[in-house]
C-alpha cells in the first residue's frame, strides 16, 4: 500500500465556477472542524489490518478577501509488518476572482519529510499556468479549471437548484500539483439531521440546516489515453448549505475509512456588503 495515496485527497473534501461574481457566491461558514477517522474496510491487497487518526479542517474568508484553507490529516495505519504514522500538513489561499491559487502542502511520515510541494497556480486565457517552487522549480500549462472554493460554490448551487448529477474538473494542488482532476458529482435528495444522528451533538445550532448526501468520483486526466475508468477515488459526505461538511467516507478503492464530526467551531462571519467597499 503507497502512504502517497493518503495524501491524494486533502482538499477534495471541500470540492466548486470559473470567476464567480462576488454576490452570486453562497454565504459559507468560517469554521475549524475536527473529524475522528477510523478504517471502514480494506482488502488483503491493501495489507492493512488497522487504521485510526484524526483531521481537522480550518476554513476562512470571505468573497471579497479570498479563502484561507489550513488542514491537517494524521492517521496510524498497521499492517502485518509494520505501524507507520502520517501527517500531511496543508495551507492554501484562493483569491477572491478565483484566478490565481497558492498551496503549500508537507507530508511526513513518521515525523519525518517525506514530500513538500508548493507552488502557485494562476488562471491564464487559454490554460492553467502552475508555477513550482519545491519539490523542484518548474512551469506547467495545464488545462484551464477550476479551484476548490469554485468547485465548492458550484456543487452548493447545483445542489440549490436541484440538479443530481454533473461533471466538472479541479486543480487543488495535491500530489504533485501536474494535473487537473476530472471529477463526477452525485447529489442526494436534501434532508434533515436525524435527532439519532451521532454527528448531531458536533453540529449544535447548525443541527437544525438541510444537507445534501453527495459522492464525488475523481479521475485522472493523464489516464484517459489509457482507457483507464476507474476513479482514482471517491468521496461521500454530506454538505450543508454553508459549506460545512461531515459523516465522510473515503474510498480508495483497496481500502476505505470514515471521518465523523466530533468539534466544531464558528469564526465571525464577514461583514455583508459589497466589496469595493
Not at 158 to 166: N, Q
Not at 228 to 251: A, Q, V
Amino acid at each position: 500500500m503507497r502512504v502517497t495515496r493518503l495524501f491524494q485527497s486533502a482538499l477534495l473534501l471541500s470540492a466548486v465556477l470559473p470567476a464567480v461574481p462576488a454576490f452570486a457566491v453562497p454565504t459559507l461558514q468560517p469554521h475549524r472542524a475536527v473529524y475522528d477517522l477510523a478504517l471502514n474496510k480494506a482488502s488483503d491487497r491493501s495489507g492493512i489490518t488497522g487504521l485510526s487518526g484524526r483531521m481537522v479542517y480550518e476554513f476562512n474568508g470571505s468573497p471579497c478577501e479570498g479563502y484561507t484553507v489550513k488542514f491537517r490529516f494524521v492517521t496510524q495505519i498497521a499492517t502485518n509488518d509494520n505501524t507507520r504514522l502520517t501527517d500531511q500538513q496543508t495551507t492554501t489561499f484562493e483569491d477572491a476572482q478565483g484566478k490565481t491559487f497558492s498551496f503549500v502542502t508537507k507530508s511526513f511520515v513518521d515525523q519525518n519529510l517525506d514530500k513538500e510541494v508548493k507552488g502557485t497556480a494562476t488562471k491564464e486565457a487559454k490554460d492553467l499556468k502552475v508555477e513550482l517552487d519545491r519539490p523542484d522549480k518548474k512551469t506547467l500549462e495545464l488545462k484551464l479549471t477550476q479551484f476548490p472554493t469554485q468547485h465548492l460554490v458550484e456543487l452548493i448551487g447545483k445542489a440549490e437548484k436541484g440538479e443530481t448529477f454533473y461533471e466538472t474538473n479541479l486543480f487543488d494542488g495535491s500530489d504533485a500539483a501536474d494535473k487537473v482532476m476530472t471529477t463526477t458529482v452525485v447529489v442526494g435528495k436534501p434532508s434533515t439531521v436525524a435527532t439519532d444522528d451521532p454527528e448531531r451533538p458536533a453540529l449544535a445550532s447548525f443541527a437544525k440546516d438541510k444537507y445534501w448526501p453527495v459522492d464525488i468520483a475523481y479521475f485522472d486526466e493523464t489516464n484517459k489515453e489509457s482507457g483507464e475508468e476507474l476513479p482514482e477515488y471517491r468521496i461521500s459526505f454530506k454538505l450543508h448549505e454553508n459549506g460545512l461538511t461531515r459523516d465522510l467516507t473515503m474510498d480508495y478503492g483497496d481500502f476505505s475509512m470514515t471521518g465523523k464530526l466530533v468539534n466544531l467551531s464558528l469564526f465571525d462571519l464577514p461583514a455583508q456588503k459589497p466589496c469595493n467597499q
